[in-house]
């Protein structure tokens, strides 16, 4: 069966500094994979998503980059952190396909401090 | 672009009352529409999808949702709640985007079940 792994789960930092989020996917091959945001008490703002290797749309232009080194990983970036980048990050995968569901990782709470 | 509206943001019911959570979409095209859970600090979890057939779709944990074409509607609903249920949930909808399939959420329902 396939699984998605997320880590850190939780993450402190302090503004200006860089970030690193990684995401693995077992158990499939060339995924479709998505990293979004959740701010508190809001929706799921879609930030990246990637069809493959090295391929990476941005929905949103922001202090954030996306890369994917590998068919099933995929690393959320950046070189110097905002106040407003806090919020809690979900990588998910899919199989592709607009029928196809998105699976999701169990995030990351990213507080800037 | 497709859109989803979820109307109300929080929802309350007494344990073992109906639940029904109401989303509307706006598509151009026939839609796929999802249902998803969130429990507090956790990833969200598919609960049912309608993709073609049958308009009535079960899920998990005895939830189910109903197409509506001529409404646009796709109601999340549940015959009796049960306190495992308090969490937030969030409608989706399938962005036909050709090579690349992206979902649109709404912006969630909180449900609370009252003991």
């Known amino acids: 069966s396939q699984t998605i792994h997320q880590w850190p789960a939780t993450l402190v930092q302090p503004v200006g500094s860089p970030l690193s989020l990684e995401c693995t996917v077992e158990?499939?091959?060339?995924?479709?994979l998505y990293w979004y945001r959740q701010a508190a008490g809001r929706g799921l703002q879609l930030l990246f998503y990637s069809v493959g290797i090295g391929q990476i749309s941005s929905e949103v232009p922001q202090n954030l980059s996306a890369s994917r080194p590998q068919d099933r990983q995929f690393i959320l970036s950046s070189k110097k952190l905002l106040l407003s980048d806090s919020g809690f990050y979900l990588c998910?995968?899919?199989?592709?396909?607009?029928?196809?569901?998105?699976?999701f990782g169990d995030g990351t709470r990213l507080s800037i401090l | 672009a497709q859109s989803v509206t979820q109307l109300g943001s929080h929802v309350s019911v007494s344990e073992g009352a109906l639940v029904l959570l109401r989303c509307n979409y706006s598509?151009?095209?026939?839609?796929?529409l999802f249902w998803y859970v969130q429990y507090p600090n956790q990833g969200l979890q598919l609960l049912l999808k309608y993709t073609t057939g049958a308009t009535l779709v079960k899920g998990i944990n005895g939830f189910e949702a109903e197409f509506k074409k001529s409404e646009t509607s796709f109601h999340l609903t549940k015959p009796s709640a049960h306190m495992s249920d308090a969490a937030e949930y969030f409608c989706a909808v399938s962005d036909l985007v050709f090579g690349n399939e992206k979902l649109t959420f709404g912006t969630g329902t909180r449900l609370t079940i009252i003991p």
């Open positions: 598509s151009s095209v026939p839609p796929y």
């Open positions: 998910a995968w899919s199989t592709g396909g607009s029928y196809q569901p998105q699976h």
């Open positions: 158990g499939t091959s060339n995924p479709n």
